[in-house]
Nanobody, 126 residues
Framework: QVQLVEAGGRLVQPGDSLKLSCAAS????????MAWFRQPPGKEREFVAA????????DYADSVKGRFIISRDDAVDTLYLQMNSLKPEDTGVYYC???????????????????WGQGTQVTVSS
């Protein structure tokens, strides 16, 4: 059974940095496509960043480009999101998502991911 468990969310101040992690289990993940999404308060879930399996190609939402870095360590089946220069608008529940390799998909589409974590809360406030 595939499981994704996020960790690292907390209250931080504007301008701070924070690193989220997502521990995956139940499959061999080095070829899986993975992503981070977030859900701001009162809004729909939105794409943050994605990283493909095998090639490690990355993709970012315009709102986080240049500030966030997505990475993966396949040796320990863990996905990361390094968040720098955090802003109040980065507040939300951050979710890890994964899909098996193969087929055409849109990295920024929540519906194209099969497995989701439970989420971790990130609050950026002074």
């Amino acid at each position: 059974q595939v499981q994704l468990v996020e960790a690292g969310g907390r209250l931080v101040q504007p301008g701070d940095s924070l690193k989220l992690s997502c521990a995956a289990s139940g499959a061999v993940f080095h070829s899986w496509n993975m992503a981070w999404f977030r859900q701001p308060p009162g809004k729909e879930r939105e794409f943050v960043a994605a990283i493909s399996g095998i090639t490690g190609t990355t993709d970012y939402a315009d709102s986080v480009k240049g500030r966030f870095i997505i990475s993966r360590d396949d040796a320990v089946d863990t996905l990361y999101l390094q968040m720098n220069s955090l802003k109040p608008e980065d507040t939300g529940v951050y979710y890890c998502a994964a899909r098996e390799p193969g087929g055409t998909y849109y990295p920024d589409a929540p519906s194209d991911y099969t497995y989701w974590g439970q989420g971790t809360q990130v609050t950026v406030s002074s």
